[in-house]
């Protein structure tokens, strides 16, 4: 998943919008307890077909594995037969060689992991393994960096001709079986003028 392509299809900004929620002011004796925060939250899914045409979208990849002395230019390209199943992504996808004659069809593994200090999800490779011709079997899955997913989704949005920026701050994201699960809380914001977003 080519970082630059990938972030066109998917606006991944620099850092999260949090919601500020203040703390409720303590109740007094026998009043009844104030209503919680109103935090408009939405759930969406992704199927393996729509995640498949992203992958097609951001392919062909070219990497490097070596080191200054003898480095290797590889290429992924035709990701096909995506499927989530058991809290993991597997497909097939071609790997071609620049620098040394690799022709071959892999099956790489992909995991979705949360960074608990950078409250971040990333997907990462957690397996993919390659014959390389006089060298034997590797697994690639160091050389491929992690992939940040996006924390907030915008959009522009324009009532009476006055923009209005809607925002998607994701809080979850569970990958199941034939499906990827965001959860996300909406936030309507009065757009800034020339910032970020998608017209509509």
Known sequence: MKKMRARAVCCTL????????AAPAPAAPGSAPAPPADRSEVRFTIGEAALLDLLKAATPYTFSVGNQYLKIDLTLSDP???RLMDAKATLRVRLKGTTIPVDQVLAPVFTLRHDEALNKYFVVVSSLP??????GTLDLKDSLPRFEMPELLE???RFSDRPVSLNLDIRRIAVLDHRVEIGADVVFTPAVPGGTGASR
């Open 155 to 157: 959009d522009l949005w």
């Open 14 to 21: 620099a850092g999260a919008l949090a919601l500020a929620v």
């Open 80 to 82: 096909r037969d995506l």
């Open 130 to 135: 390659v014959q390389l011709p006089g060298i």
